[in-house]
């Protein structure tokens, strides 16, 4: 997977190792439909740290991208979540290249000083 040179430049190392790992994860996953694996024989066939594919995989379950029963992960069935991730990923990917990525200290910047209130649980 390719990034851009902005990105490059303005993404920490830690982010970009995220998100790399992330991509190898759901890949092998998708790779191997057929089969569930435990968390070691992920990272063992992916020749990535096991605490790192936990991680990886912690998140693309929360993505609904991956189940997990037991000891073992295997990528979701639901062919139009991932249809979906990949056509996001692809149009973040074009808009960054086109119009650039977004500056998440822009960001911090203009961000209000207190919460809103739905942090507080209140809607």
Same mark, same amino acid.
Do not use: C
């Given at each position: 997977?390719?990034i @851009? !040179?902005e990105t490059?430049?303005?993404?920490?190392?830690e982010?970009l190792a995220d998100? =790399? +790992?992330v991509d190898?994860?759901l890949?092998?996953?998708?790779a191997?439909?057929?089969?569930?694996f435990?968390?070691?024989?992920i990272a063992?066939r992916?020749?990535?740290?096991?605490d790192?594919v936990?991680?990886a995989? @912690? !998140?693309?379950?929360e993505r609904e991208?991956v189940?997990h029963?037991?000891?073992y992960? =295997? +990528?979701?069935?639901d062919t139009?979540r991932?249809?979906?991730f990949g056509?996001?990923?692809?149009?973040?990917a074009?808009?960054?290249?086109?119009?650039?990525?977004e500056?998440?200290t822009?960001?911090?910047?203009?961000?209000?000083?207190?919460?809103?209130p739905?942090?507080d649980?209140e809607?």
């Amino acid at each position: 997977m390719s990034i @851009d !040179r902005e990105t490059f430049e303005n993404t920490s190392g830690e982010e970009l190792a995220d998100l =790399a +790992v992330v991509d190898r994860v759901l890949r092998f996953l998708v790779a191997h439909d057929d089969r569930a694996f435990e968390r070691r024989e992920i990272a063992a066939r992916t020749e990535i740290d096991a605490d790192t594919v936990a991680t990886a995989l @912690d !998140r693309l379950h929360e993505r609904e991208l991956v189940d997990h029963k037991a000891t073992y992960w =295997a +990528v979701t069935s639901d062919t139009n979540r991932l249809d979906n991730f990949g056509r996001y990923r692809q149009a973040t990917a074009l808009f960054d290249e086109q119009l650039g990525g977004e500056d998440a200290t822009a960001w911090r910047e203009h961000a209000p000083d207190d919460p809103h209130p739905s942090v507080d649980g209140e809607q």
